[in-house]
């Protein structure tokens, strides 16, 4: 199972982060986890198929969740998709897809099956199939929202083949039958039993989605013993008051979830646009549950590393990754910018970008004040040392040093922000 982030912005994109989408690869299959606006185009870059989409599932209807659903089911049509697609979320998801096809006077060449989720539910197991279900569960955000936890079923043993072979066993179709619990008789009469050749049958792999939301007791039954947990982290602690009274979490809510569920692998994402580094959140998250891991865009997240690895290449530079390359340079700063200059003096390099991004993107009502941090400023606060880069190296070592702390904004420039 591999778990591709797609988009960890909250409510509003940012210039690095896109809107809520999390895509699960398993068996050459995809499942997407909300279809945030540039879904469809984030899948491209993350080298996951569009076609290979079984189910995509639908939290709740704040439209940065499913913005980009419309636009990637019309993709799927212009591809001339004929195989069912699942469509799962709350009441109202087959009024609103039906509404727009018929608006926009298209019949579909493939069947959409719609699972509605109503609001009285305790659970429900929205997808059954034969090696995997998922479930959803009411969460506690403004409006009616679940999370979701996607489990495989557990997987046969594993057959001894040496030992099979030596008991006679030489036909697949036996192979086959002991795999599935049968015994075989062999042509002289003699019975081999399965379970002397199939070892203990291994259990699934198991994720679950939980945004947006505050604590609450069904996201640890959604998460309990997952092997990753993808929570959100909208704020970090001492925003927990604003947290509260826009139903969603902060870093230490994702993380005693994780520490309550047990579960193996906390990965936090659904950051506010006011973190330009969102490390702080995963220090904080770090403090309570480890492994704590910070969802980065593009970047595959695996249950089983040593066969999974290069199933799912992507197809761009993940910003971060390219950071961290670059952190012996000096004059090395973040933005698209600096990537076409030419390397003549470091010193001049880190002039020119300056004075740059001085003059330019300052238009915006909300840019003015010089009291917020923000990434106008951001690359000069970066120059010496490299920070971000440093961050990124302590990440991919597992290990977790002090980062600077990032003064979030105040309420009343956030007008438009979670
Ligand atoms: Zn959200």
């Given amino acids: 199972m591999i778990i591709v982030p797609l988009g960890v912005a909250s409510a509003t994109p940012t210039a690095t982060r896109h809107l809520s989408s999390v895509a699960l690869w398993r068996e050459g299959d995809v499942h997407l986890f909300d279809c945030g606006e540039n879904a469809q185009m984030r899948m491209l870059q993350a080298g996951l198929k ?18 980009g659903l419309i636009g990637l089911i019309s993709t799927l049509q212009l591809q001339r998709r004929e195989k069912e697609l699942t469509l799962v979320g ?25 699972v509605e989720i109503s609001e009285d539910i305790e659970s429900e197991r929205v997808v059954d199939k034969d090696d995997y279900f998922v479930e959803a569960r009411p ?16 997987k046969p ?41 199939v070892g203990h049958p291994r259990p699934g792999d ?37 947290a509260a009274e826009t139903g969603h979490s902060t870093s230490s809510d994702a993380a005693r979830v994780a520490n309550e569920a047990q579960t ?29 891991w910070l969802a980065t865009e593009l970047r595959p997240i695996y249950t089983d590393p040593a066969q999974e690895k290069g199933i799912v290449k992507q197809k761009v530079y993940i910003k971060e990754i390219d ?7 000096r004059g090395q700063s973040r933005g698209g910018g600096d990537r076409k200059k030419r390397h003549s003096s470091s010193r001049d390099d880190s002039k020119r970008f300056r004075k740059r991004r001085s003059s330019s993107g300052r238009g915006g009502p909300d840019r003015g004040s010089s009291r917020r941090s923000n990434s106008d400023n951001q690359p000069r606060r970066k120059r010496r040392p490299d920070r971000s880069s440093r961050d990124q190296n302590d990440y991919d070592k597992g290990t977790s040093r002090p980062t600077k702390h990032i003064t979030p904004r105040t309420p009343f420039d956030d007008f438009d922000r979670f």
């Avoid at 709350?90 to 959409?112: C, H, M, Q, S, T």
């Avoid at 198991?206 to 945004?211: D, G, L």
């Avoid at 692998?265 to 704590?292: C, D, Q, W």
Wanted: proline share 2%.
């Fill in 50 to 67: 569009r076609s290979k989409i079984e189910n995509i599932f639908i939290t709740h209807f704040d439209v940065d969740h499913y913005s």
């Fill in 90 to 114: 709350p009441k109202g998801i087959k009024e609103y897809v039906e509404w727009n096809f018929n608006f926009a006077n298209i019949d579909l060449n493939f069947d959409l099956n719609f």
């Fill in 139 to 154: 969460l506690n955000h403004t409006k009616f929202c679940v999370g979701y936890r996607f489990q495989e079923k557990d």
């Fill in 157 to 197: 043993g594993k057959v001894d083949a040496d030992k099979a072979e030596a008991l006679g066993i030489t036909e697949d179709e036996q192979y086959k039958a002991l795999k599935a619990g049968e015994d075989v008789e062999l042509e002289d009469g003699k019975v081999i039993k399965s379970y002397d050749i």
């Fill in 206 to 242: 198991s994720f679950a989605y939980i945004t947006d939301t505050k604590y609450c007791p069904n996201s640890v039954k959604l998460a309990m013993n997952t092997n990753i947990l993808y929570h959100e982290a909208t704020f970090s602690d001492n925003l927990a008051d604003k």
């Fill in 264 to 292: 193996k692998l906390l990965v936090i994402g659904h950051f506010s646009a006011r973190y330009t580094n969102p490390f702080i959140l995963l220090r904080e998250a770090r403090e309570k549950f480890f492994p704590a």
């Fill in 323 to 329: 950071e961290s390359k670059k952190s012996s340079g």
